[in-house]
């Protein structure tokens, strides 16, 4: 089933869901490699051109999910889920689209500051805005680093949680994620 029902998420919703989450960590992976490469590299312009080119498509893959949530809701909380649950599980999942979003107008704000496009492969161009502020990259940079390290770090939590959920609590939180019925 493609939509999600009261109960459990659809294909859609699934695929999405675990596209980002691994998309979030291998960029997450390489930005953190590519900081430290030397000019001398042979990624040294390689590493950044995969690493925007993959941050676009996340970006457009953020707004589809937006989109698919609006016309498919998600499913409602286990009645097994404590209210502090289901409170936090709201805030973390806005800080983490939040966090999503905060990265990749932040890459864009470093990327363009020159007045170059943002090449996403050999597909299409982002054009840039240009420097909008002062020392924009180098503030980007600060935010875009700060809010990587959050965004894992929650993501993180996110995960334990749900296997909390699946371990100790013995529910079917997990399992709805994997687009399994209960």
């Not at 869901?17 to 490469?37: C, K, N």
Request: with cysteine.
């Amino acid at each position: 089933m493609l939509k999600n029902s009261s109960s459990h998420y659809g294909l859609v919703s699934v695929v999405l869901h675990w596209l980002v989450a691994l998309t979030v960590f291998g960029l997450f992976g390489v930005g953190f490699w590519m900081v430290d490469l030397s000019y001398y590299s042979e990624w040294y312009r390689t590493a950044p051109y995969w690493h925007k080119s993959v941050g676009i498509l996340l970006a457009i893959a953020m707004l589809l999910r937006l989109l698919w949530r609006f016309f498919s809701p998600p499913p409602t909380a286990l009645a097994s889920h404590k209210s502090w649950e289901k409170r936090t599980s709201a805030v973390v999942q806005f800080c983490l689209y939040l966090g999503i979003f905060m990265l990749v107008l932040s890459g864009y704000l470093i990327s363009t500051e020159d007045g170059r496009p943002i090449a996403v492969f050999t597909w299409f161009e982002v054009p840039a805005l240009g420097a909008l502020f002062a020392n924009q990259a180098d503030i980007a940079g600060l935010v875009h680093e700060y809010v990587a390290y959050s965004l894992i770090a929650l993501a993180v939590l996110h995960g334990l949680a749900a296997l909390k959920h699946h371990f100790i609590d013995k529910d079917n939180t997990l399992k709805r994620m994997f687009g399994r019925k209960p």
